[in-house]
């Protein structure tokens, strides 16, 4: 399930690809961007490029969200 919400960037200089457990409830998800992202890189956004005119455009890259839906038992 592919997620956009307005909480999540969209946008970032972070260019890796990171893979994040989620333990909260579902319908958390909206609110839990720093619980699964708690690292001081992943705090500056890049919400309001205007704000950053020093950081070169074509180091900035589009964000995508997913969720996988993997029970735990036991």
Known sequence: MEIDFDEWPSQHTEANKYMRKFDFSIYDVRTKYRKCFPEDKFKDTMSN???HAKIDSSKVYKLSYKLN???CFG
């Open 49 to 51: 490029l205007s704000e």
């Open 69 to 71: 839906f993997i029970p």
